[in-house]
């Protein structure tokens, strides 16, 4: 009764929150805070069709009648080490929904246009499926035509396992080298989660010989995350903090834990 009044509460909250955060995204004179930052995206710093390795940019050209592509994304080495080779997998929910499932637009292409009029060497013009990009933008809505298949958020898997696959079928075959590049940024949570997933472990053989019985709830609470210190960005930041929270059951990163209960635990 108690874990379903907690739910109950957890829920409200979630709405309060989602309420409060669209009143603010329209002010009382117009438009203040963009409307992705109440749907609670991060806002972005370039196009769309710009976030990928310059490399994945031209990849389509390499395979231009490929009727089905298929690419995938695995760890080559442990992240403890040699006597460890187990990895906590997790982030790839953040990256679906603040980057690969939002709604592209012409205008995202023709930013980006402009910009690689002057992305390739000599200061010319870096080849990009612009005519690709327009093509789903009107057919698809200007939603990605991809299909992403994953291990489960919070599973241990070892190097060499295909953590991640993109995929996608003709005429959307060129579009998977950009997501894939994207996708590349989950080696930092799953090092934050892989390293707090030892250090509870290690934690853990401690107190079994030297904490009395009674204290060993203690383990729960014992180590907490940096919060800011030495993070290059918030998103980085809330990333590790709720990477140290598959773990642990505190944090010292409230933005981490707001994260965890409103966003990453939402259905």
């Known amino acids: 009764a ?16 989602k309420t409060i955060a ?5 002010g009382s004179t117009g438009v203040i805070y963009p409307m992705e930052m109440a749907g609670g995206l991060r806002t972005l710093e370039c196009p769309l069709p710009v976030l990928a390795d310059s490399s994945s940019v031209t990849q389509y050209l390499a395979y231009p009648s490929c009727k089905s592509m298929m690419m995938y ?22 990256y679906i929904d603040n980057f690969i499932s939002r709604k592209w637009s012409i205008s995202d292409v023709e930013a980006a246009e402009a910009f690689f009029m002057t992305h390739n060497y000599g200061s010319t013009l ?26 489960p958020e919070g599973s241990v898997l070892y190097p060499r396992t ?18 894939h590049s994207l996708l590349g940024m989950l080696w930092y949570p799953c090092y934050a989660a892989t390293l707090s997933r030892a250090i509870k472990e290690g934690l853990d053989k401690a107190f079994q010989t ?15 995350d940096a919060g800011a210190a030495g993070c ?13 929270l598959l773990s642990f059951a505190s944090s010292a990163s409230p933005p981490a834990c707001y994260h965890a209960r409103f966003h990453a635990a939402a259905a």
């Not at 108690?2 to 929150?17: C, K």
């Not at 994304?73 to 953040?94: K, L, N, Q, T």
């Not at 030297?210 to 907490?224: A, K, P």
Request: with cysteine; glycine share 6%; aromatic share 8%.
């Open 2 to 17: 108690t874990e379903d009044r907690q739910n109950d509460q957890n829920e409200m909250l979630t709405e309060q929150i």
């Open 22 to 26: 669209i009143r603010l995204s329209l």
């Open 73 to 94: 994304g695995e760890f080559r080495e442990p992240i403890i080490g040699p006597s460890d080779h187990r990895i906590v997998f997790y982030g790839i929910r953040h």
């Open 126 to 151: 870096l080849e990009f499926p612009k005519e690709l990009f327009l093509k789903f933008i009107q057919e698809n809505d200007g939603y990605l035509p991809v299909v992403i298949e994953s291990v």
């Open 162 to 179: 295909p953590a991640v696959v993109v995929s996608a079928e003709a005429p959307y075959s060129g579009l998977v080298s950009y997501v």
């Open 210 to 224: 030297s904490v009395d019985s009674d204290q060993m709830g203690l383990l729960e609470t014992s180590v907490q």
């Open 232 to 244: 290059c960005s918030v998103e980085q930041w809330v990333l590790g903090g709720a990477a140290h």
